[in-house]
């Protein structure tokens, strides 16, 4: 009896906890389906009283969501593909390569991440606007293509690999490259599914940088397009919502397909010992 | 370990180490020139006075010493900044882990099913976009018709100008961080709560220890690597608040929400006085070096005591 009102009492609190945590997004989606001004009203409506997907397809004829959307895709791609070749090099080397002063190095690069990333940016700024890559799509490519994070995710999981693998590989005569890429790489696999989207996301995301480093309006990654419009339209409430739901969608659906690997990748990253 | 490693010759071993150098040589070029360099340049930076003449002309660029830090220091906006970011980190970060621990006990208690889905509602909003979800939000505190004021009426609760009024502003951002932050912590608690031997809990309970007292001597001592861990990365996370008022607020009102890193953005990325603000941004750097040594000695002393 005592357990049911327990398990009872378990089931309230964590289906209200749900359901303020799900509530703002899910109320950003009902007010971008509302005609224009509705959301302004008192009380505050919370569903639309006749759907209408009119501010939808205002983001993509005036204010040029594709554009935006285009930008994100291709740079959130691009680092993640080509930051995921460069960690996984540097974590395997670290895990299984032996070599003077591996330790050492690896400390000081683990050092490194209690410096925050913003310190680096004011001459990260200037050395790339002498390299002439600033508002560029280069400039947010450039400082992605490598993080200590990463490589330590690497390292972690790469540690797991039996020695014996690799000798039989080496004895065999196989390259090192041949034995990173044949016999390491499918093994680490999950990691670097967990690393991918990190990385992913984590560029979709960003803000900071790519407002500092982006100029042109053509460039602008959607968190900073829509930072820009939504200090522009304040008023349109309806016009905003629909511009963060196509912001967040994406990385909500690569979430929710591959969330296994994401946990996981956070479990992996915490237990540093 | 590997008995192969260590019989194997040693040309082998030489031709690892020549690997070595070429897997890692793209990854710390790219860390030591876009990471390690510039983080060396700004503290060169910062004893120049590099503004917007600097930036058309090297040559107008001088070193002018400490001046910058003498210069913070009488600068209220700066000590605004840093009193504002700390009341963000004391008041948000243990908030914000309070909270993760109440939800990974939920979610992790014996008696719970779907922990799956609870788990994933929670963890949502981790992966949103910051700068969206603050538009949402910014609309959520709306003084007439934000439903947080409509949802405080009915309590009886006057309505809060949350964004216009310099002391509800920063609760605000603090409410839309937990709650954009929680999941993430929460994972990790999860994990620490897992780790922990079922047996023990088993002979706390056969001992007659009830929910409470097992909560205290065996669950909380248990997660102290966890606690410390979280602590951590929380902390030099809530430190670099910077989009939440950067939309929502725009650092206002009265300058309330303007946090040490919104204060490097405009005075290195608005007005070009890149010497000042790699100073603010250096200042930055040291405080979380402190705070995390702080964190990490007083997690030592409390082991040992």
Do not use: C
């Amino acid at each position: 009896m005592k357990r049911k009102l327990l398990a009872l009492v378990l089931y309230f609190v964590l289906a209200v906890t749900a359901a303020l945590t799900a509530f703002p997004l899910l109320w950003m989606v009902s007010v971008s389906l509302m005609q224009t001004g509705e959301a302004s009203a008192f009380p505050p409506p919370l569903w639309p009283a006749a759907v209408t997907f009119e501010h939808y397809i205002e983001l993509f004829t005036s204010l040029h969501m594709e554009r935006y959307l285009f930008n994100s895709l291709l740079l959130a791609t691009s680092v993640t593909l080509l930051s995921l070749l460069v960690n996984a090099m540097a974590g395997y080397a670290f895990a299984k390569l032996r070599f003077p002063g591996r330790h050492r190095l690896f400390r000081t690069l683990l050092a490194g991440l209690v410096i925050p990333a913003q310190v680096a940016m004011l001459p990260l700024f200037l050395m790339l606007k002498y390299l002439g890559v600033v508002n560029t799509y280069a400039g947010v490519i450039i400082p992605g293509l490598a993080s200590i994070f990463g490589i330590f995710l690497i390292r972690q999981y790469t540690l797991s690999v039996p020695d014996s693998l690799l000798e039989a590989a080496r004895i065999d005569g196989a390259s090192e490259f041949g034995i990173f890429r044949l016999v390491v790489l499918p093994l680490i696999k999950p990691i670097l599914v967990t690393l991918a989207i990190f990385t992913f996301m984590g560029t979709w995301n960003d803000f900071l940088w790519p407002l500092i480093v982006l100029t042109d309006n053509d460039l602008y990654t959607l968190p900073v397009a829509l930072a820009v419009f939504s200090r522009e339209h304040v008023q349109d409430n309806e016009l905003m919502m629909a511009g963060a739901v196509m912001t967040v969608l994406p990385v909500l659906v690569v979430f929710l397909a591959l969330q296994r690997y994401y946990i996981q990748g956070i479990m992996v990253g915490s237990l540093k010992g | 370990m590997s008995t192969a490693a260590h019989t194997a010759p040693a040309a082998p071993r030489n031709a690892a180490a020549r690997a070595a150098l070429w897997f890692l040589a793209p990854a710390l070029t790219v860390i030591t020139l876009f990471f390690g360099l510039p983080v060396l340049a700004a503290l060169a930076l910062s004893f120049t006075d590099f503004d917007i003449y600097g930036l058309a002309d090297f040559g107008n660029v001088r070193f002018v010493g400490l001046r910058n830090y003498a210069h913070l220091i009488e600068h209220p906006l700066f000590w605004k900044a840093l009193g504002n970011t700390f009341y963000f980190v004391l008041v948000g970060g243990p908030l914000s882990v309070a909270v993760s621990l109440g939800a990974a006990l939920l979610v992790d208690a014996r008696l719970v099913r779907f922990k799956a889905f609870f788990r994933t509602v929670y963890f949502t909003p981790v992966v949103t976009t910051l700068v969206a979800v603050a538009v949402v939000w910014r609309y959520l505190f709306h003084t007439r018709y934000g439903l947080l004021n409509y949802s405080l009426g009915f309590l009886g609760v006057a309505p809060i100008d949350w964004l216009g009024d310099p002391t509800w502003a920063m609760p605000a951002i603090i409410l839309l961080a937990v709650w954009k932050n929680f999941g993430y912590n929460m994972i990790i608690f999860i994990a620490g709560l897992q780790s922990i031997p079922e047996a023990l809990h088993e002979a706390a309970r056969i001992d007659g220890a009830g929910l409470l007292q097992r909560f205290r001597y065996i669950t909380l001592p248990m997660l102290a690597p966890t606690f410390l861990f979280v602590g951590v990365i929380t902390m030099i996370g809530y430190f670099q608040l910077f989009a939440e008022p950067y939309v929502m607020t725009q650092g206002g009102p009265l300058q309330s929400t303007v946090s040490v890193v919104y204060l490097m953005y405009e005075e290195g990325f608005k007005w070009w006085n890149m010497g000042y603000a790699a100073a603010v941004a250096f200042v930055l750097f040291l405080i979380i070096l402190a705070a995390t040594l702080l964190q990490l000695r007083l997690q030592k002393e409390g082991g040992e005591g």
